[in-house]
Each structure stands twice: as C-alpha cells, then as structure tokens.
C-alpha cells in the first residue's frame, strides 16, 4: 500500500478548495489515521470549516458540523430522551455527536461544562447517556476549531480535555499567490462541487490497519522518551507532558511516515511532529508566562537539545 499515493489523491481533491496547506493536511490526516483528533487555532475565516467538510466529502464519510456558544446544554450535542405520548415509553434521540466527522466550531465559546461533554466520546468512542452507552463510528473524529484565547467571549479549553487532541495546529493566513488562487476560484462557480470522492470509509479503515504495522526503531522510541523527559524537569514548565504526549506522538509519527510514503518512522518524523503534538500538553510556570513566552518556543527549544538518533 503506497501511502504516499494515497496522500497525492487526498491532496490533489483538497487542492481545489483550499490552496497551499498540504503540510497542514497532511498532519491533520495523520491525527485521523492514528485513531486520535486535532484542534485548529485560528481567526475565523481561515478555511477550517472547508477544510473539514471536503475533508469527509473526499473519504466519503458522514458530517455533522455544530457551532459552540455560551449558551449551548451537553445535551444539544449528545442528545436527549423524549416521552412519546402514544406509545408510551420514553426514547433517546441522538445528537449531532453521533457521526463520524464532527466540527465542534468555536469549541472554546462553549463552557466547560459543555466542552467536556465531548471527553467521553473522544477517548472512547462511545456516548453514555442515562447509564446506556451508545457506540460511535469506528472512525469517529473530531476537528475542534478554537478562537485565540484573547479575544472576547472565550473559555479556556480544560487541561484533561486538551490532553484528548493528538495535535494542536493553526492553519494561518495564505500565500499571496495561494490567496490569488483563492479568489480566482471563486468566479464562476463553488469549487466544492467538483470535489470527488477517493476512499470509502472501509478503505480508510483499512489504511489505519496497515499503518499500525509501521515500524518505530528503538532509538527512535528512545529519542521520543528523552524529548518528553526534559518537558517534565524544565525550569521553565510547571506541567510537562502526560504518557498521553509519547503515545500521540509514536502513533501519528507512523501514519505521517506512512503518508511520505515509507515503512519506517524516522527521527525527522518526531522532530516535525513534535511542537504540534506536546505544545498544548505543556504548562508554563508563572514567571514563563508573565514574560510572555510560549509552550511553542520551549518545545522547539528542546529539540535543538535533544541529540537525534541517525539511521
């Protein structure tokens, strides 16, 4: 199986909707390959919501899209059980939460509460409503999208909740000849429309069986380990990364390879990943982040410490 192929087609559909973000898909399909999901930071109007709709157009996989506000209940995305007058009997009718694609639009305009109404569904697959568990689509995934914490009318993710998404990625603004692309587009036609479909969902499944026969060479678990070992003893950290962040970083590292097209997970697959992987697991200690730094900025501080392994 030719990952990198796979990737070409994937891209070659995404291509017409959105331009110059390859690296990004590529990253944000190695989250869904790895069985985890991704959080895009970004102001609105940067392509996210076309991302993720093409996105389950071009695997061909149901989508439910929900925008967060402050007022939104658990139950508006969950669910909720109803009386039936004539056959007397109460049943459950299932939420926008049971699909396989889920955009959680502005997830951070929600409150907590309503946030981690979504944690039970991202670690296990599965809603639990009154004591009944409800099991979700094999490749339930979700795209979360998240305004900058410093704008207005925000809520910050929990911690636990943040420790759910394999990565953390921001989309940003387009190339100037990437915008060009975008407005010429736009002429005549949706450009949506003539997006087309390359791999079932079946086929897609398949695809993350394979990829769990990746191989990892044991230094390259090792240089993992000592990357996630200094966010846990570094001076300018409170908080380093759970066993969450190696494991994350282990899985999407073998669909990232498998998508460059190899059997084998290389150093330069980790030191890619990584800032995007264990950036969001991380907490600055006050004085970091009274002095304005970033999780981002010590991570990739790490990796220039961190010796490689050479294969």
Known sequence: M??????????????????????ELKKILSCWIAGGHVLLEDVP??????????????????????????DMLPSDILGTTIYDEEAKKFYFRKGPLFTTLFLADEINRATPRTQSALLEA?????????????????LFF???????????????????QLDRFYMK??????????????????????????VKKVL???EFI????????????????NYILDIVSMTRDHKKLKMGASPRGPLALAHTARAYAFLDGRETVLPRDIFELCEFVL?????????????????????????TKVKAPIL
Not at 123 to 136: G, H, M, P, R, W
Not at 208 to 217: G, L, M, S, W
Request: glycine letters at 4%; zero cysteines; hydrophobic letters at 30%.
């Open 2 to 23: 030719e990952g990198n192929s796979v990737f070409n087609k994937i891209n070659e559909e995404m291509s017409k909707v959105i331009f110059g973000k390859s690296e």
């Open 45 to 70: 109007g940067n392509g996210k919501t076309v991302l993720s709709k093409t996105l389950s157009q071009i695997i061909d996989v149901k989508y439910n899209r929900v925008q967060f506000t402050p």
């Open 122 to 138: 991202m670690a296990e697959k599965q809603i639990t409503v009154e004591k009944t568990s409800n099991d979700l689509h094999d």
């Open 142 to 160: 979700v795209i979360a999208t998240q305004n900058p914490v410093e704008q207005y009318g925000t809520f910050n993710l929990p911690e636990a």
């Open 169 to 194: 990625l921001s989309l940003g603004y387009p190339e100037r000849d990437d915008e060009f692309k975008l407005l010429k587009s736009r002429e005549s036609r949706d450009p949506y429309k003539d």
């Open 200 to 202: 079932s969902d079946q």
């Open 206 to 221: 398949e695809i993350r069986d394979y990829v769990k026969n990746i191989k990892i060479p044991d230094s390259v678990y």
């Open 279 to 303: 950036s969001h697991r991380v907490s600055l200690n006050s004085q970091s982040h009274f002095s304005g730094e970033t999780t981002n900025e010590i991570i990739r501080d790490i990796l």
